[in-house]
């Protein structure tokens, strides 16, 4: 892990960033948890994680970070009505942001990647990530 000027980044995230990785990896719900519990954006966790050279793994989304294939996230082969609505009403610029992939699933009480396979479905790109990295 790198070595920063603590007037780089925010020493609480750093403290929590270096209790939480191993091998400079932390999984997405690890750095979401750093983020709730430090009451610190997602995004400025994201950017020291970057700073720190920590990789960001097993996206709660399920686009990227799984070994070895990469992503595990698939297609949904059915998706309900409403799914795809609320979905298509949260798109910006085309694309679904991470943030409302976790609203949209929350509210109907789903599992995010449910919302990820859906999205895949319907050929839609969910980007920004949260923590910046997509």
Known sequence: MKSLP???IDA???EAVKK???NNELACAD???????LNKPMLEVGLALDLLE?????CQLGLFGYYPQKRIVSPARHIAPELEQAIRERL???ALPCDAAWEI???AALHKMKVAS???ALKIKIKPCQLGTF
Do not use: Q
């Open 6 to 8: 603590t007037d780089t």
């Open 12 to 14: 609480a995230i750093v």
């Open 20 to 22: 939480s990785s191993v």
């Open 31 to 37: 750095a979401t948890a750093v983020a709730v519990t």
């Open 54 to 58: 920590v990789s960001i793994t097993k």
């Open 92 to 94: 910006v610029n085309g």
């Open 105 to 107: 699933a929350e509210k």
């Open 118 to 120: 859906a999205c895949e």
